[in-house]
Each structure stands twice: as C-alpha cells, then as structure tokens.
T-cell receptor, first 114, second 114 residues
Framework: NAGVTQTPKFQVLKTGQSMTLQCAQD?????MYWYRQDPGMGLRLIYY???????DKGEVPNGYNVSRLNKREFSLRLESAAPSQTSVYFC?????????????FGQGTRLTVV | GQQVMQIPQYQHVQEGEDFTTYCNSS?????IQWYKQRPGGHPVFLIQ?????EVKKQKRLTFQFGEAKKNSSLHITATQTTDVGTYFC??????????????FGSGTQLTVLP
C-alpha cells in the first residue's frame, strides 16, 4: 500500500519555467490537498479538492493552478516559476468528517527556483 | 479566514524534561488533530480530538482539547531524543460550500539535548 506518492522529490527550475507536480493516492480518499512549507511558516494551504471534479483556493493560491484528474490524482502546476516559490511542497489526502479527520502526506517535493 | 496559532515556535529541552506546545484557533473547531514531522520528513498523524474538554494519552504524550473547542495542547513527559521534530496542530474549517479544508498551525520545533 503506497499511500500518497509525489513526484518529483527534488527539482531546480529557472525563473519563468513551468512545471507540474504530480500526486496520486491509493486510499480512495475524496479530499486531496496541496501545501507549501517554508521555515517558520508551517504548512500553508495552496489548493484543495473536496471531491473529484472540484477544486478550491486555499490561503496562498497565487501563481499556482491545480487539476483533479480523477479520484486518485491531484496535480499542481507552476506556470511561470518565481524565486518566491522556492519551498517544500506536500500533497495530502484524507478523511475529513465531523467525527474523524486524518490526513496522509506524501514525501514532499523540494523545489528551488533560481 | 480561520487562524490557527501555535506557540512556542521553537523549544529546546534537556533530555528528561517535559515539553508543552499550545494551539489556539480564532474560531470554534469541529475537531483538532496533531501531527509530528521528523527532520527532513513529512507530517504524520498522531491523534484527533473531537469532544469539548477531551484528554487523550499516548504513552508519554498527553493531548487536551479545550472546553470551548478553540484551543488545544500537547504535553510530552520526560522527553527523549526520539521526540525531536516539529509538532503541528490542525483544525478543520468548513467553507461556505461545505467543503472541508485542513488548516495547520505554524508548528513547534522541538530539540532534545542529550
């Protein structure tokens, strides 16, 4: 059981380049999330998807787009990378209900924009 | 929007000392979760609290949920070097469209000195 799989694990981009971060989960979860983690800032929500076919902006969506391709996959795209987007990106999926909430995280993507 | 604040940001303790991190929300939470992230790793779910005033224990870890469901704490008794990492609280926010998003605190980074 792989859980949440993110690719790539590391990436270096030049300013202005584009790329897509891939995320897939095999736990049949409806909810999927993209977070970025910067020193001292905790985990900030970029976008989330409560179910297949729906996406919503989180706290820091500017400069990003997402696609919920199917129930398993949720990708994050940087159209024109900027140095401010240097960060560690985590994808998560989870059970989010009134009586049970638990999120499962991927291993993370360490992105550097130069 | 919902704010989940966490203090302290950093904590250094001598092995064997106790440690506490506190989490406060600007709004009433339906539940709260705690996660641990080891250095270089990804957040891993520890526990969920749902009921007002709830207290749960996991070996040396004690978790509390406030009576008003706006604050929570994690207390570690007699820390060990294996406790090193960043501890996050997370609250569930229900958006206007009923989608649930998970909002994380900024985390407390624990260093245990041998």
């Amino acid at each position: 059981n792989a859980g949440v799989t993110q690719t790539p694990k590391f990436q270096v981009l030049k300013t202005g380049q584009s790329m897509t971060l891939q995320c897939a989960q095999d736990m049949n979860h409806n909810s999927m999330y993209w977070y970025r983690q910067d020193p001292g800032m905790g985990l900030r929500l970029i976008y989330y998807s409560a179910s297949e076919g729906t996406t919503d902006k989180g706290e820091v969506p500017n400069g990003y787009n997402v696609s919920r391709l199917n129930k398993r996959e949720f990708s994050l795209r940087l159209e024109s990378a900027a140095p401010s987007q240097t960060s560690v990106y985590f994808c998560a999926s989870g059970v989010l209900g009134p009586s049970r909430t638990e999120a499962f995280f991927g291993q993370g993507t360490r992105l550097t924009v130069v | 929007g919902q704010q989940v604040m966490q203090i302290p940001q950093y904590q250094h303790v001598q092995e064997g000392e106790d440690f506490t991190t506190y989490c406060n929300s600007s709004t009433t939470l339906s539940n709260i979760q705690w996660y641990k992230q080891r250095p270089g790793g990804h957040p891993v779910f520890l526990i969920q609290l749902v009921k007002s005033g709830e207290v749960k224990k996991q070996k040396r870890l004690t978790f509390q949920f406030g009576e008003a469901k706006k604050n929570s704490s994690l207390h570690i008794t007699a820390t060990q070097t294996t406790d090193v990492g960043t501890y996050f609280c997370a609250g569930t926010l229900i958006s206007s469209g009923s989608a649930r998003q998970l909002t994380f605190g900024s985390g407390t980074q624990l260093t245990v000195l041998p």
